[in-house]
């Protein structure tokens, strides 16, 4: 076989499983986030509101990078980010949930690291119109990192972290147009078990993100 006649089958091989969804799912590398532009704060704030009615478009990469960073990316040079967080122990971990697969979101160097490559969004909340939203993100908190209080101050710490990430997700999606919705509601031993949460892991909260339904 000459060497064009076996560049152009194995395309139509890659482009066939492409059709047929069989490609495996893998890291995903984000664009830089964007950093600049968006709403005036005063009409964020106006316009700040929970959504439950997800359209299924889903949210391009760029859109997942600037969104992302907006959460809890890093915004300085020291790696501090742009949520606070209980003596800078930064304990929160984003797990993004989407139709290929589950994702750890790396903010150092701006990934998406594969953890499953399945749909295993409906584990993410206990209600229906949440369940088709493209996008979940988990918070989850490493309580091993939180230093020596009780397990009850530490997962009161971890609330209040993830208030902060929650409020920032929900500014960025008022200025951006998109829907979102903070929930407590998430199959928490399911969703622990298919993410193969470590011992002191601990799920906080989960935040649907999508463009509005008509």
Known sequence: MNPVTYIKRALCLVVAACICGSLPAQDIQLPPPQKTGGMPLMEVLA????????????????????????????????????APSAHDQQATEIYV??????????ARANKLNLVLGEDIRKLGTTQDFASNAPVTLVLVADLSRMGKESKEAKLNMAGINAGYISQNAYLFCASEGLATGARASVD???????????PGQEIILAHSVGYPKP
Do not use: P, V
């Open 97 to 106: 949930l989407m139709k290929q697969g589950a994702y750890l979101h790396d």
């Open 47 to 82: 316009k700040r509101a929970t959504g439950r009615a997800f359209d299924t478009k889903a949210l391009s990469d760029q859109e997942l990078s600037s969104l992302l960073w907006a959460c809890f990316g890093i915004n300085r040079a020291d790696g501090k980010r742009t």
């Open 188 to 198: 928490r031993q399911g969703l622990s078990a298919r993410l193969k949460l470590k």
